[in-house]
DNA sequence: AGTACCACCTGACGGC
DNA sequence: TGCCGTCAGGTGGTAC
């Protein structure tokens, strides 16, 4: 799931239930997903604090508070948001609720419990001191293309480093790419100047596409590829058989008549 | 720099 | 029905 556009959508989930709203307690129902902090802490910290804002880099949703902390969200594989207002709709696999005043709760949900919970001094420290690239949405082409330059592996590893550029994974690289029509596997190095510009382009309006869809794959283009991930399945744009190929161990789709 | 493999976790699915 | 391997949209560490 959590990919760029699933934390856009989670993160518009957030400003609309929650900013603005005041802290009662936070309570832990598991600390797997708490990092540097604890129960006590987090409560210690948020308690009477107000939800003041939020901002995202890449994959990653910072909470701002209004006392100046500030809490990062990561959602690991399974993970996402849900906001309640009775203690009976509290979600199955929810790990830290955030109670406030008014009764309500958010939940960080997160079955496999690879997402995680922090709290930061600040979002642009943090992002600075992790090395993060530069959001997806936000890089222009001169930029993408020179943390892209002189790299020699597979473009879709390069397009999935989080230090190069921050917010694609695995399932959002292969839709780039197969509207950039690039294979995944090719050498970063032997991609020329157009084919970068249209990587950088379909960058762009694949992520800002599958946000407007509300990053659920039913709704997305029928020109997509991404519900078409399996081994055999028609090609969106030619009809011929997409193909699966293992790439830096992910699962790549990708269809080799398109995809040059 | 790039890649392979493992670990962290839970649960769904297919084969036997 | 049950056991088992495999797989899943992420990331971090280690070793080559």
Not at 41 to 65: C, I, W, Y
Not at 92 to 97: E, I, P
Not at 194 to 215: D, F, N, S
């Amino acid at each position: 799931m959590p990919e760029l556009p699933d934390v856009e959508v989670f993160k518009r989930y957030l400003d609309s239930t929650s900013v603005g709203q005041r802290i009662e307690t936070v309570k832990v129902r598991s600390d797997k997903v708490l990092e540097g902090t604890t129960e006590k802490k987090l409560g210690e910290t948020l308690k009477g604090k107000m939800f003041a804002g939020s901002t995202r880099h890449g994959k990653n949703l910072f909470v701002e508070l209004d006392s100046g902390k500030c809490l990062r969200l990561h959602f690991g594989m399974t993970g996402f948001l849900h906001y309640f207002n009775d203690a009976n709709e509290e979600h199955k696999h929810s790990r830290v609720v955030f109670v406030f005043e008014n009764g309500g709760g958010l939940s960080f949900v997160c079955q496999r419990q690879l997402g995680r919970v922090f709290l930061v001094s600040s979002a642009e420290r943090w992002i600075e001191e992790n090395n993060l690239g530069p959001d997806a949405l936000e890089v222009g082409l001169s930029g993408f293309k020179e943390r892209l330059a002189g790299r020699k592996g597979s473009v879709k590893s390069a397009l999935m480093n989080q230090e190069l550029i921050a917010g694609i994974g695995n399932i959002y690289a292969d839709e780039v790419l197969f509207q950039a029509r690039v294979r995944p596997d090719k050498n970063t190095a032997l991609l020329d100047d157009k084919a970068l510009q249209r990587i950088h382009r379909k960058t762009g309006e694949v992520l800002k596409a599958a946000i407007k869809a509300g990053a659920d794959p039913e709704k997305f283009p029928h020109s997509f590829i991404i519900p078409q991930r399996s081994e055999g399945a028609p090609c969106p744009a030619c009809g011929s058989k997409i193909k699966m190929k293992k790439i830096n161990q992910r699962s790549s789709y990708f269809c080799p008549s398109c995809q040059k």
